[in-house]
């Protein structure tokens, strides 16, 4: 993949933006400005939209800032549609073109967000030794044995559910590790530390990424 960076904004929610243009569509970087990056957040937008309108519509920068995560945060384009392919096979291949846009991509580990049909693109990683939690954001539409493998090896899930309730759960049955919640908390701080999280949400498929009050909470679980 090339990528040629078109635009820099200094100051963007007290961090630094980047937007790099690539043979895979647009792609988008921000990193906070008081915090040097440990890790990778890479976030997968659903159908419907592409990675600029979602960038400006959910307030991206913002949500991610609220979290508090050190991260460089990555918003890739991903398929609009079903019947569009997955546009990075590889999230390697991602990570060198965020490198090349001039983001600072930390060695540390790898946190993938998906909302929707984002669960597509995070099922093509999920064989990446890198990449050691998963954020589903009513995303759970297909995949389940790949999702399955993930956690048997180790891996850290969370899930808010609302369409997918039912998937979710099937898949998550059975397991003692599960902390489970009713709703999504406006506040982890009364959440017992755990490697397995499944939120039933309150809010509705498409409010769960636009309204700010659910992606800053599930990424602060995170947080150390």
Same mark, same amino acid.
């Given at each position: 993949m090339t990528a040629a960076l078109l635009a820099l904004a200094l100051l963007a929610n007290g961090g630094q933006h980047w937007r790099a243009e690539t043979e895979a569509g647009p792609l988008h970087a921000w990193a906070p400005a008081d915090a040097r990056p440990g890790e990778v957040v890479v !976030?997968? *937008?659903? !159908?419907g939209a592409g990675a600029d309108e979602v960038w400006t519509r959910h307030r991206l920068a913002a949500q991610f800032e609220a979290s508090g995560r050190a991260a460089l945060f990555l918003v890739p384009e991903a398929p609009r549609? #079903?019947? /569009?392919g997955v546009r990075w096979r590889s999230l390697g @291949? &991602? &990570? @060198?073109? =965020?490198?090349?846009? %001039?983001a600072p991509v930390p060695r540390g580990g790898v946190t993938l967000v998906g909302h929707s049909g984002g669960y597509r693109s995070l099922a093509a990683w999920l064989d990446d030794p890198r990449? %050691? /939690?998963i954020v589903l954001l009513d995303a759970l539409y297909g995949h389940e044995a790949a999702f399955r493998r993930f956690l048997e090896r180790g891996g850290r899930l969370v899930v808010v559910s609302r369409g997918? =309730?039912?998937r979710a759960t099937a898949l998550l049955r059975g397991? #003692? /590790?599960?902390?489970?919640?009713? $709703?999504?908390?406006a506040t982890v701080d009364d959440l017992p530390r755990a490697r397995v999280f499944h939120f039933f949400? $309150? !809010? %509705? *498929? =498409? /409010?769960i990424v636009e309204s700010g009050r659910v992606l800053p909470v599930v990424l602060r679980l995170g947080v150390e």
């Open positions: !976030y997968v *937008h659903g !159908y549609g #079903p019947r /569009e @291949d &991602l &990570l @060198d073109a =965020a490198r090349r846009a %001039g990449v %050691g /939690e997918t =309730a039912r397991r #003692p /590790e599960v902390v489970a919640r009713p $709703q999504v908390p949400s $309150q !809010y %509705g *498929h =498409a /409010e």
